[in-house]
């Protein structure tokens, strides 16, 4: 588990942003501190602040939309489809923001408070809201020191998608406590603090058999893998055909709870693939889960034009 959380944590060094931001209100404000400190230990990444107060709800609704816009094109082939979006800890730790010392102020409140509704509301046959679920979860399911969800909440979001799929299937998911991890998240090392962060780990327990394809890396061979495949058993209590993950490091922290829904699988992490390569994937598949990070929505390659019209020619040459 600590070799697979190991090459996923945001890397501060590719997070520097501009003096200033103009908000979405017209001003123009200071950027975000790297990191924002919240009570008890929570610390947030800074750079989601400004994307908070420069955006409002305008190019994050947009590229909701877009996502959704490939989840169609997706789902009028035939296949199975599920997006999500997976949340900024904004709006799962919430109570450990410091609102009065918001680097935006009003500003950044209007903005979490608008993406917040879209997370936890919007409205499509294939969106899996999962925000309100973490948010309401008493267990840690966020790290303190990083950007990203712990195992524990990357089980939350592993049980929703089965369900999504198959209520009788999403009560199949059970997951026990493993061992405690402790690490230095990112956030944490560039205030210059050592100490480590205990996390707690969820490991599935509901009796389904993980095995990697031939030819596929294994998630204990490298720090992160962005291509793996694999196979679960028994057949029986898995989804059924074959499923494609497109996604980032939420997903692949998820991998250990998701591949046991799943009996055949393969996870592609989006932005390390070209788009012919990805097309030819989706053609392949009878499911199709589609995930992104929050803070990369307006910036994400699956949120573009050019990336749904692809996948749309590829699905329409192999009909």
């Known amino acids: 588990m600590a070799a697979l959380l190991a090459g996923v944590l945001l890397p501060l060094s590719a997070t520097a942003a501009d003096d200033t931001i103009v908000g979405s209100d017209g001003n123009t404000y200071p950027a975000a501190p790297a990191v924002v400190e919240g009570e008890n230990g929570e610390l947030f990444w800074g750079r989601a602040f400004d994307l ?17 816009q490939l989840a169609k094109v997706i789902r009028s082939s035939g296949r199975r489809v599920v997006f999500v979006v997976a949340p900024d800890k904004v709006h799962v730790s919430g109570e450990n923001l410091a609102r009065a010392d918001l680097p935006h102020g009003r500003c950044d409140r209007r903005g979490i408070r608008k993406h917040g509704r879209l997370l936890r509301s919007y409205d499509d046959p294939s969106h899996l809201a999962i925000t309100g679920v973490l948010d309401k979860d008493p267990r840690k399911v966020f790290w303190k020191t990083d950007t990203h969800w712990t195992t524990v909440g990357a089980s939350v979001f592993a049980k929703g998608l089965a369900t999504a799929l198959d209520p009788d299937l999403g009560a199949r998911q059970k997951y026990r406590a493993g061992k405690n991890v402790r690490a230095l998240g990112p956030l944490a090392a560039s205030l210059g603090r050592t100490k480590k962060e205990t996390l707690p780990t969820a490991l ?18 490298a720090p992160y893998v962005v291509d793996h495949s694999w196979t679960s058993t028994p057949a029986s209590a898995t ?7 497109l996604g980032d490091s939420f997903m692949f922290i998820a991998l250990p709870t998701v591949r046991p829904i799943f009996h055949r699988g393969r996870f592609m992490w989006v932005g390390h693939h070209d788009q012919d390569v990805i097309d030819k994937a989706v053609v392949r598949a009878d499911t199709v889960v589609l995930e992104v990070a929050q803070f990369f929505l307006t910036a994400s390659t699956m949120t573009q034009d050019s990336f749904w019209k692809s996948v749309r020619r590829a699905l329409r040459a192999a009909e």
């Open 52 to 68: 908070f107060c420069a955006d409002g709800a305008g190019n994050f609704a947009h590229s909701y939309a877009q996502l959704a």
């Open 204 to 221: 599935p327990a509901g009796g389904v058999t993980v095995t990697t394809a031939p030819g596929s890396e294994d998630l204990d061979d």
């Open 239 to 245: 989804w059924p055909g074959r499923t494609l993950l």
